[in-house]
């Protein structure tokens, strides 16, 4: 059975930093994801990365301040995140698919999900 296990999320600081993990299980997934969704909002991608060459793509909003890595042999996905803002509050989740075509920032070409770690950054 195919299952996501986020973990790492916590309540910190504006200029604070987190890291997430997330582990695979049940799967080789070609690309991974970390999005978010805090209340009231739609879910928006944060990072993307693919399995093979590592190539890493970042939403504006964080790029500069997070960093996706994976470890293909734990088949992890980390989500490394640096001078947090209010702002970064939301719910975070770890995605993964199989393929890696389609548009990596859409929710629509994940397969798999975990269940969400929650991100709280005070002023």
């Known amino acids: 059975q195919v299952q996501l296990a986020e973990s790492g999320g916590g309540s910190v600081q504006a200029g604070g930093s987190l890291r997430l993990s997330c582990v695979a299980s049940g799967i080789i997934a070609g690309r991974m994801a970390w999005f978010r969704q805090a209340p009231g909002n739609e879910r928006e991608a944060v990072a993307a990365i693919f399995r093979d060459s590592g190539i890493t793509v970042y939403a504006d909003s964080v790029r500069g301040r997070f960093t996706i890595s994976q470890d293909k042999y734990t088949n992890t996905a980390y989500l490394q995140m640096s001078s947090l803002k209010p702002e970064d509050t939301a719910m975070y989740y770890c995605?993964?698919?199989?393929?890696?075509?389609?548009?990596?920032?859409?929710?629509?070409?994940?397969?798999?999900w975990g269940q969400g770690t929650q991100v709280t950054v005070s002023s």
């Open positions: 995605a993964a698919s199989v393929s890696i075509m389609g548009p990596s920032f859409s929710p629509n070409v994940y397969n798999y």
